[in-house]
């Protein structure tokens, strides 16, 4: 297991335990969630934290995985299946994903690229189209 899988299960474990208030975010008001998604292969939950942008009740994500060419595991999964859950603080959350197009994405990128300047560097350093995703609510979990 890498280094990061390794701190992902920690961040989430701590996350979980302190009802967010421990790693619940990395600075300069940027918040953090944990993104319950299903293994499009094996079935199996897997949550990844996560820094998001709140839109209303919905939360924006940014499927960078740190500027790599290789988008992350959390964003194939929701392509196969964009039924997912997030937790922000101790609350749960029933959410179902779709990439930002069009006007949506016109609107919501400029404001995300200010939240978190690391969003607009990734896509500067890579050639894949990097998505907006957004997570809307589907009911309570």
């Known amino acids: 297991m890498s280094g990061w899988k390794y701190f992902a299960k920690f961040h989430t474990w701590v996350y979980r335990k302190s009802g967010g208030r421990i790693m ?5 008001g940027r918040k953090i969630l944990l993104l ?13 934290p996560l820094v998001y942008m709140a839109d209303g009740e919905r939360f924006v994500v940014y499927g960078s995985n740190g500027g790599q ?6 964003f194939l999964n929701l ?7 997030v937790e922000v603080g101790a609350r749960r959350v029933r959410v179902r994903a779709h990439v930002a197009e069009g006007s949506e994405a016109e609107r919501l990128l400029p404001l995300a690229h200010a ?4 969003w607009a560097g990734y896509q ?3 050639q894949r189209r990097i998505p907006l995703v957004v997570l809307s609510p589907v ?3």
């Open 79 to 85: 392509q196969s299946g964009p039924e997912a859950e």
């Open 69 to 74: 060419e290789v988008p992350p595991a959390w």
């Open 124 to 126: 500067q350093r890579c």
């Open 36 to 48: 319950s998604t299903r293994g499009r292969k094996s079935g199996v939950a897997r949550t990844s």
């Open 24 to 28: 619940g975010e990395v600075g300069l």
């Open 139 to 141: 009911g309570s979990a």
């Open 115 to 118: 939240y978190n300047p690391h």
